[in-house]
């Protein structure tokens, strides 16, 4: 598992980059590395050999373990993970705001919030964690790798806790546009609500039958011919929220490559067609300083131009 916040580790940021960890379990493995094939079947055994004679596979005390390792439950293994053939981003972060507690980023399309999956450097923490002072930098909260705009984080580890608990509880009020097919017959405005589940095939979501459990507000801010701008307003977080319903009202936002069908993977860094969804504004009351805060994207969708 990924390490996002900097609790207490064996091994420091290194690049940008925190440590990861895995938990070792009660099991029937006599050795350490019969467990850490088993518990990485993608990685080759000849690969977690090498790491482990370079000693880069380190307990919870610093102390580099080996292939003969007897394998001890109960405790955690610290390492650095690696993401072969990373493609490289060709976007900056903007600065929108920065006090001693917070900073807010203008995100731009195709970096990963966090690291995870087949992102580790090609993300907005990793590549703010490398500038000085911001290496206990941690997210308040996150956008999807495809999503541009405004993004919170932490500065001061004591209150990422109040900052994330805004976002949980629902108390930032988001704004985002999109760009979509315009389509006869639906009026605007309309609040949306569905029951979201995942499906069993992949990452993505779907609409279900069920109580509702997302809402958003949809407007229509101006039409482009066959296509339109759109501002929305989710009341509810859920995964892919306002991908799913705009694609389920038969207007799917332009250059989306899960919905409505999942495309093929080699499609993901095509950085000429950037989803056509923007972050615009977040506000909250700030729980430090009772005051309201506003933050708003400086960047425009190409297509709404």
Avoid at 48 to 58: C, D, K, N, Y
Avoid at 98 to 108: A, F, H, Q, T, Y
Avoid at 176 to 186: C, I, K, N, S, T
Avoid at 247 to 256: A, K, R, V
Wanted: aromatic share 8%; proline share 9%.
């Amino acid at each position: 598992m990924a390490i996002t916040s900097l609790d207490t580790t064996p091994l420091p940021v290194r690049q940008g980059v925190a440590p990861s960890r895995v938990h070792l379990p009660q099991g029937p493995w006599p050795t350490l590395i019969d467990f850490l094939i088993e518990r990485f079947p993608f990685t080759a055994p000849q690969v977690i050999r090498e790491r482990l004679a370079r000693g880069e596979i380190v307990d919870q005390d610093g102390v580099s373990q080996t292939a003969d390792t007897t394998y001890q439950p109960n405790q955690w293994l610290w390492y650095y993970r690696e993401v072969p053939d990373e493609a490289i981003v060709p976007f900056e972060i903007d600065i929108l705001y920065r006090d001693e507690r917070i900073l807010v980023i203008d995100k731009p399309h195709f970096l990963a919030s966090i690291p995870g999956g087949r992102y580790l450097r090609e993300t907005a923490l990793t590549r703010l964690r490398q500038q000085p002072g911001l290496t206990q930098l941690s997210p308040a909260h996150r956008l999807d790798r495809e999503t541009a705009g405004v993004m919170l984080l932490t500065l001061d580890p004591s209150c990422r806790g109040a900052y994330q608990s805004l976002f949980q509880s629902r108390e930032v009020q988001k704004i985002y546009e999109a760009v979509a097919p315009w389509r006869d017959g639906l009026e605007f405005p309309r609040m949306h609500e569905s029951c979201l589940a995942p499906k069993a095939t992949h990452f993505t979501m779907q609409e279900v039958p069920g109580e509702p459990n997302s809402r958003t507000l949809i407007e229509l801010l101006r039409r482009m011919g066959d296509l339109a701008l759109y501002q929305l307003s989710p009341v509810t977080g859920r995964k892919h929220q306002l991908r799913v319903h705009l694609s389920s009202l038969g207007i799917p936002i332009c250059n989306d490559l899960f919905y409505p069908e999942l495309q093929p993977s080699a499609s993901f860094d095509n950085f000429d067609r950037p989803l056509q969804l923007l972050a615009r504004r977040i506000s909250f009351t700030d729980p430090y300083t009772g005051q309201e805060r506003v933050f708003e994207s400086r960047r425009t969708l190409e297509m709404a131009l």
